[in-house]
């Protein structure tokens, strides 16, 4: 039956998700994503350049405390606050001419390089990790350190330190090759020296090129403090600091060369 009164209107139409052109969809979904991609990317280009980085190492120079292959994570920012200990495993860029004779370095393989390519487009891994060493620091500025006493010991200002905590040692043997030094660490630098002694080329072998053996501060990335991989390798790194309990101050005097 029909009637002389029209129905009520419902009023304008909106369309539903399911009509939205999929154009339209596809590019409100690329919006999205970039939003997030350059959130991620601000986010962790201020952890990468503030905070922390994750190191690959690749040589064995500091076995036993690091191993091939170990991923490990550096303090960036504490070290800003706090300056270095001696004891502390530090990560630091090539002074010149330090990595050009380091022949033992280990590859990583091709799927763990795609890997770290694409972690460090947001700054979770170095890109330049083949730029990079990673020693323990022996000598602080203004520190007299010398190779070595009747017992194979390093003294640091007149003090015998026993490295045998930490140090990669043979079978029976109490002590590292020797290699004599006699050095007093200049303003803002480092003396740095591998755990495993006798197959590290760090600051003993490097008095001839630029940097005189030592690390310029203001190469130095930061202190390492985790092992974050292999997982049954996960922990902290050990600074050994109780090692260096009893070495005095340097003299103001020398800390000023």
Not at 132 to 151: E, F, M, S, T, Y
Request: charged share 20%; aromatic share 8%.
């Amino acid at each position: 039956m029909s009637s002389d009164h029209p129905t009520a209107d419902s009023g304008p139409l909106v369309p539903s998700r399911a009509v939205v052109p999929r154009r339209r969809r596809f590019w409100f979904l690329v919006r999205d994503v970039l939003v997030i991609v350059v959130i991620a990317i601000v986010v962790s280009l201020v952890i990468k350049t503030f905070l922390v980085r994750s190191f690959y190492i690749p040589s064995g120079s500091m076995e036993q405390t690091l191993h091939v292959k170990d991923r490990i994570l550096v303090d960036e920012l504490t070290p800003r606050f706090t300056g270095y200990e001696r004891g502390d495993v530090v990560v630091f860029r090539d002074p010149g001419g330090w990595l050009a004779v380091d022949t033992s370095a280990s590859r990583p393989s091709a799927l763990v390089q795609v890997g770290d390519w694409l972690l460090s487009l947001v700054g979770i891994t170095a890109s330049d990790s083949d730029e990079h060493l990673i020693k323990r620091i022996i000598g602080l500025p203004g520190d007299h350190v010398v190779c070595c006493n009747a017992l194979g010991q390093i003294t640091v200002n007149d003090t015998p330190i026993d490295e045998t905590s930490y140090l990669n040692l043979a079978t029976g043997q109490s002590a590292p090759q020797p290699v004599p030094f006699d050095v007093t660490v200049p303003a803002a630098s480092l003396w740095v020296l591998g755990d495993n002694r006798d197959h590290s080329r760090d600051s003993r072998y490097n008095v001839e090129q630029p940097s005189r053996g030592f690390v310029p501060l203001d190469n130095v990335v930061g202190r390492a403090f985790l092992i974050t991989w292999p997982l049954n390798r996960f922990g902290t790194i050990d600074g050994h600091h109780d090692v260096f309990a009893g070495v005095p101050a340097a003299a103001p005097a020398s800390a000023a060369q």
